[in-house]
């Protein structure tokens, strides 16, 4: 170990002379025997890095723009109903809003649903492609940590983005409703039941779309090819699902529909909400039981979840 | 001396490539150095060792565990990749504060471990800009300080001089040798630099086509030769007229003259020589061989090399 070397690194100007001087003390090298938290510490640190990459955090400031210009504009859809509710119902007489069917918590994911796919298409491949393409996943897997752990940890983190992105307008939406209703405690005590609903739609929406985003992800180096990729599956998706499904029609016709990928989670929205939103009003997969589009639903999370999980298990350097 | 990594019959195939044949030793305190060719099986040894690849047959423990059993025993090593492993959008010390944590030591002692890590390679003053704007020089010093921020006790360095230029090389090399006799931390350095591992290692180890070839203190393979080098200030050419007027056989090079100093009447013939010559004497003494110049000689041949000390 190198003896302590003393350092001049600035001199005062106040002419107090060499007693003033500022000094550092190159101690040299120091072992390390503070605590060491293994796989856990590091399952953690992964976490917490992936929340950052996904909020642009600790990056230079055009990471930070798309992520928050999503959150912000989900955030103002959600202000936006809360106000055309509060006031229709001011200037027409409380209840006004619901009796012209105003859209309002159970619509919400229909309208935002578009939304939540683009942000997960774009900020998803951010979680795992640069990891890849640069390198630095060789050096997560030669840490105590495994390529299980490096993946849970950053679908964690996704999926927490993502829960805040869904549950935050709607949080707003209740508290705008409740706050400006005549009386907000009769209007929590009449509508309280919402807040899980939405709690578990929104959880739906973001497991779903989160998972596959992370999926695609997972197989290119790109971001650019992941995110094209993902908003090309849904956006075509929709209308080749709906226009043959209504050319076909029948069973056949309502299995077609059930391939509509934007759909599957909004089957979902529907059951939990009992009512039909308005971009599943046509979907003939509608049609459908309730365990079948849920299953539908709980079979495309799963199998990219489990296919994330074996791409990663895989991974070697 | 306790043994640090031990490799024993450690085998891999590839698909009916064998990539590692049947090797085994042993590595303890100090820098070791792995040389071989590309594909001589340094790098699957290295991921063997990590744990990052299964062995086909035989053990390799570090610090007396097998990673890929005991994957905590990885907070205790520290690893460069030869290759890119850097991001290139965050700063120094961000990257390093993570990496620490990735270690598993806490988020305050790992903010501090990684600044002062990245003074220890001189990147102090660099360490709040984007890594993306580095030199080669500058993300090989990074490369190197995250195999240290969490203190390990042993680090394996996988190619660490690949694309530096000369001044970049002896930098690097000089921050090898000085983490392990400043900072008290082993490395095994692997290489097929041989230049690069004379001048930083301990112990080599020599791998080729998958098999151990050699291992042992590069002192054994460096030693003395017979040969006498001398350097005279002025009057050279006058200088070996006299020694071939002596029957002594000359060669030049490296700024000086050789003899063969076998016999020690050769020394006489020296001293004589100089006077004749007037040729005052700057150096002289007896020639060392460079490792480079012995796998040259020996060509594809390394059996001739002297043994080492297992």
New interface residues.
């Given amino acids: 170990m190198t003896t302590p070397e003393k350092v001049v690194t600035a001199s005062s100007s106040n002419g107090a002379g060499d007693d003033a001087e500022g000094t550092v003390f190159d101690i040299g090298y120091q072992h390390y025997d503070g605590p060491r938290e293994g796989r856990n510490r590091a399952r953690l640190s992964v976490y917490k890095e992936g929340l950052k990459i996904s909020l642009g955090l600790g990056r230079g400031p055009r990471a930070k723009v798309l992520p928050w210009l999503f959150i912000g504009a989900l955030t103002l859809i959600g202000a936006g109903m809360a106000f055309a509710a509060i006031t229709i119902d001011r200037l027409a007489g409380d209840g006004t809003a619901e009796a012209v069917g105003l859209p309002s918590h159970s619509d919400f994911y229909g309208i935002a649903s578009i939304l939540m796919f683009i942000f997960a298409a774009i900020s998803g491949p951010e979680l795992l492609c640069p990891d890849r393409r640069d390198g630095v996943i060789n050096l997560y897997l030669v840490r105590p940590l495994t390529g299980t752990d490096y993946i849970v940890a950053r679908w964690g983190s996704f999926i927490t983005i993502m829960l805040v992105v869904a549950w935050l307008p709607q949080i707003i939406l209740m508290t705008g409703l409740t706050m400006g209703a005549e009386v907000p405690a009769d209007y929590l005590k009449d509508n309280w039941l919402n807040i899980p609903k939405f709690l578990g739609a929104g959880a739906a929406l973001a497991v779903y779309s989160g998972t596959i985003a992370l999926l695609v992800a997972g197989f290119t180096t790109r971001r650019a090819y992941a995110s094209v990729f993902m908003v090309g599956l849904f956006t075509v998706s929709t209308p080749f699902t709906f226009g043959l499904a209504q050319e076909i029609g029948g069973t056949a016709g309502k299995w077609l529909s059930m391939f509509n990928l934007s759909n599957i989670p909004m089957h979902v929205n529907d059951a939990i909400f009992d009512s039909v939103s308005g971009v599943t009003m046509d979907a003939p997969a509608g049609e459908f039981d309730t365990w079948v589009l849920v299953s539908w639903y709980f079979l495309w999370t799963l199998i990219p979840a489990g296919l994330l999980l074996f791409r990663y298990r895989r991974l070697s350097v | 001396m306790e043994s640090l990594l031990s490799v024993e019959n450690l085998t891999k195939q590839y698909k009916g490539v064998v990539a590692l044949n049947n090797v085994s030793f042993e590595i303890s305190d100090g820098i070791t150095g792995i040389l071989g060719e590309n594909g001589a099986g340094k790098s699957t040894t290295i ?1 063997i060792v ?1 744990g ?2 299964e062995a086909t047959s035989g053990t390799a423990k570090i610090l007396g565990e097998t990673a890929s059993e005991n ?5 205790r ?1 520290g ?1 460069m ?1 030869e ?9 120094a010390a ?1 990257f390093l504060t ?2 620490a ?6 988020p305050s ?1 790992a903010r501090s ?1 990684a600044a ?1 890590t990245l ?2 390679v001189g990147l102090f003053e660099e360490r709040y800009r ?1 890594m993306g704007g580095y030199s080669t020089g500058m993300k090989q010093r990074v490369k190197l300080a ?1 195999t240290l921020v ?2 390990p006790a042993i680090v394996l360095l996988d190619e660490p001089t690949a694309g530096l230029d000369p001044a970049g090389r002896e930098e690097m090399l000089d921050l090898v040798r000085k983490t392990h006799r ?3 931390i082993s490395i095994l350095f692997s290489s097929h630099l041989m230049a690069d591992v004379e001048r930083t290692c301990d112990r080599i180890i020599v791998l080729r086509g998958g098999k151990l070839v050699q291992s042992g203190e590069v002192k054994s393979f460096t030693e003395e030769t017979e040969t006498v080098y001398i350097v005279v200030d002025t009057n050279k050419d006058g200088f070996i007229g006299a020694l071939e007027k002596r029957g002594v056989d000359v060669t030049e090079g490296d700024g000086g003259i050789y003899v063969e100093g076998s016999d020690e009447s050769v020394y006489d013939h020296v001293r004589d020589a100089l006077v004749d010559a007037e040729a005052p004497l700057r150096r002289m003494g007896p020639r060392r061989r460079a490792l480079t110049e012995l796998f040259e000689r020996e060509g594809d041949d390394f059996s001739d090399l002297p043994e080492g000390v297992r």
Wanted: aromatic content about 4%; charged content about 25%; glycine content about 4%.
């Fill in positions: 991921k990590l990052l690849l994957i905590n025993i990885r907070s090593l690893y990749p290759h890119d492993c850097l991001p290139t959008n965050v700063t961000e993570h990496m944590e990735l270690s598993g030591l806490p002692h471990r002062d003074r220890h984007s995250q969490h203190d400043e900072f008290g």
